[in-house]
């Protein structure tokens, strides 16, 4: 499954109004999976995770940072996450299952915050558009 | 044990109260089939599904959004008997719709996205929460008399 180059420019130009609130967008997604998706707590035992939690505010920018590394290398995502692949399958071992529960929960915060934006198809481009970065980041599972 | 704590009722309620459901279920439905292409498989008789503006504008799938919300609608009110409420729609889904219970995941998740879309901060991490248990049960209650 490879994006279209219809949907890698929405990605990239919805990009643009995503990363001025990249901060909050990525504390917002972790506090949604965590309340939506309890058991994804687990992968946390050593964190605070209470809301406004200073853990919270930097795991969620470096979340929302690593999407955003692969929209600017969007036609070379492999690429630009090879070090998270790494780490993902040797060191995290986050089970798959829940790259798609944290997929939805950003899409769900865009949703909130760019409403007019998250059109249809912006809404398609974007699905599949996270749903490369989870593959990416579970290729070398085993 | 009840579904739903009494919080998250509130939630549901409250904002469940102010959905259209006519619009919000032809753009929930909608979106499955854009954003999911493969469930087209199930609505082949719905004429031109050859575009995002095409599904979204089709007709019948504006009026089969109303009428699979409508019935979700009526889930809400029976939140405590799912598999009851749900269990003739699950025996039509399985013997003569022959619908994947995946897509009713699937479906569920939409309908959350459009939810978000049109309440935007009123549709809070709480809230989603409490949305996301309403459509894993709705899901499961129609996925419980496959066989």
Not at chain 1, 68 to 91: C, M, T
Not at chain 1, 102 to 112: D, E, R, Y
Not at chain 2, 120 to 137: L, M
Request: aromatic share 10%; proline share 4%.
């Amino acid at each position: 499954m490879s994006l279209t180059k219809t949907e890698r420019a929405i990605i990239v130009s919805m990009w643009g109004k995503i990363s001025t609130q990249a901060d909050t967008i990525g504390t917002e997604t972790l506090e949604r999976l965590f309340l939506s998706y309890p058991q994804t707590k687990t992968y946390f035992p050593h964190f605070d995770l209470h809301a406004g939690s200073a853990q919270l505010r930097a795991h969620g920018s470096k979340v929302v940072a690593a999407v955003g590394d692969a929209v600017k290398s969007i036609d070379n995502i492999a690429g630009a996450l090879a070090k998270l692949s790494e780490l993902h399958a040797y060191i995290l071992r986050v089970d798959p299952v829940n790259f798609k529960l944290l997929s939805h929960c950003l899409l769900v915060t865009v949703a909130a915050r760019f409403p007019a934006d998250f059109t249809a198809e912006a809404h398609a481009a974007w699905d599949k558009f996270m749903s490369v970065v989870s593959s990416v980041l579970t290729e070398k599972y085993r | 044990m009840t579904f739903l704590t009494p919080e998250e009722n509130g939630h549901v309620t409250s904002l469940w109260g102010k959905v259209d459901v006519e619009k919000v279920g032809g753009e929930a439905l909608g979106r499955l089939l854009v954003v999911y292409p493969w469930t087209q498989r199930f609505f082949e008789s719905f004429g031109d599904l050859s575009s995002p503006s095409a599904i979204m504008g089709n007709p019948k799938v504006k009026a089969h959004g109303k009428k699979v919300l409508s019935a979700f609608s009526e889930g809400l009110h029976h939140l405590d008997n799912l598999k009851g409420t749900f269990a003739q729609l699950s025996e039509l889904h399985c013997d003569k719709l022959h619908v994947d219970p995946q897509n009713f995941t699937l479906l569920g998740n939409v309908l959350v996205i459009v939810l978000a879309e049109h309440f935007g901060n009123a549709f809070s991490p709480p809230v989603q929460a409490a949305f996301q248990k309403v459509v894993t049960g709705v899901a499961n209650a129609l996925a419980h008399k496959y066989h």
